[in-house]
């Protein structure tokens, strides 16, 4: 078992910035691929980026690439998402995720944050 909390969460206005953590306990971390995911109001939940379990590899969406860097900490048992330039559309709730196969696909993530609210404002 791996247990995932979140932190960080807030409201930010738009073009603002904050960093989200996700600290890890149970299982080895650095054995596994952590992703981040998001869920707005009645819409269904989203990938946002995954990072490898060395860190040496980051995937993004296509709607955060260049605003959004995913990074991890293996000494801390910690994965980031630093977020930029934050829009409107950004609001959701981010989950963090560990132990992913297919990297996008939320279903094949095993262990699950409780989540953290963002919430843009215009």
């Known amino acids: 078992q791996v247990q995932l909390v979140e932190s960080g969460g807030g409201l930010v206005q738009a073009g603002g910035s904050l960093r989200l953590s996700c600290g890890a306990s149970g299982r080895t971390f650095s054995n596994y691929r952590m992703g981040w995911f998001r869920q707005a109001p009645g819409k269904e939940r989203e990938f946002v980026a995954t990072?490898?379990?060395?860190?040496?590899?980051?995937d993004y969406a296509d709607s955060v690439k260049g605003r959004f860097t995913i990074s991890r900490d293996n000494a801390k048992n910690t994965v980031y998402l630093q977020m930029n330039s934050l829009k409107p559309e950004d609001t959701a709730v981010y989950y963090c995720a560990a132990g992913g196969i297919i990297f996008y696909v939320a279903r094949t993530y095993a262990y699950w944050g409780q989540g953290t609210q963002v919430t843009v404002s215009s």
């Open positions: 990072i490898n379990w060395s860190g040496g590899s980051a």
